[in-house]
């Protein structure tokens, strides 16, 4: 596999949503000066994050929105389906089971677990929650492929090493904390707490 950054990752996902916003407009191309404006950076920095997959549109006619939008779809697995779970079945659990979002991306929720008795059986969108201690068998048991932990801090490290050994690589951490894992496993941390501080820094500075 090509070592290509995350900050080149992440430009992939929105040239996809910028893509998509287009073909629903209707438009058929675009080039890497428009699509480069959209995203607010240069069409020098479009063209070199493609250029990491092969060659895409041509010169002076710029590129199929279609056929673009399909081909950084295959390059960021959007075009297959993957199997998630999530753990923790309170408000940002709850939410991401409602995120209409990751069905259409081709993320299938297929299991919720909780330890708290009273949601243990409760019905959250289309899932049943299960009890957490059933994790490591109804994880291997569904194939499960992408984890999400959402449960408190203290807990996380340990639903984390449930996951791995449950056979899961790749895990989505809301917990506001940091998690540990051997190399070939992959974390991302989303801590909305963090990035609200980093605009709080910015307004408190901005003077």
């Known amino acids: 596999m090509k070592k290509v950054s995350e900050s080149t990752i992440r430009r992939l996902s929105k040239y996809y949503r910028s893509l998509e916003y287009l073909i629903e407009k209707g438009i058929e191309t ?3 000066e428009q699509l480069a404006e959209m995203d607010s ?3 020098a920095q479009v063209r070199k994050d493609l250029s990491f997959f092969g060659t895409f549109g041509k010169r002076g006619l710029g590129y ?18 993957w199997s998630v779970c999530i753990i923790g079945a309170g408000n ?5 089971v409602s995120y209409q979002e990751f069905k259409k ?17 409760s019905k959250i969108g289309h899932l049943k929650v299960q009890h957490s201690d059933r994790l490591k068998e ?3 048991e569904a194939g499960i492929e992408i984890g999400i932990i959402a449960v408190p801090a203290a807990a996380a490290q340990r639903v984390a090493n449930e ?17 540990k894992v ?13 990035e609200i501080e980093a605009l709080s820094y910015f307004l408190t500075n901005d003077k």
């Open 92 to 96: 940002i659990g709850r939410a991401l």
């Open 41 to 43: 950076i240069t069409s």
């Open 64 to 81: 199929n929105t279609k056929m673009l939008m399909r081909q950084i779809g295959d390059i960021l697995g959007l075009n297959r389906k």
């Open 163 to 179: 996951l791995m050994e449950a056979g899961v690589s790749a895990i989505l951490n809301f917990a506001p904390v940091s998690i």
């Open 30 to 32: 675009v080039s890497s």
């Open 138 to 140: 109804a994880v291997k």
């Open 182 to 194: 051997p190399e070939g496993v992959m974390v991302k941390n989303e801590n909305t707490a963090i």
């Open 105 to 121: 991306q081709g993320f299938d929720v297929q299991l919720l677990f909780d330890s708290d008795p009273k949601k243990v059986g």
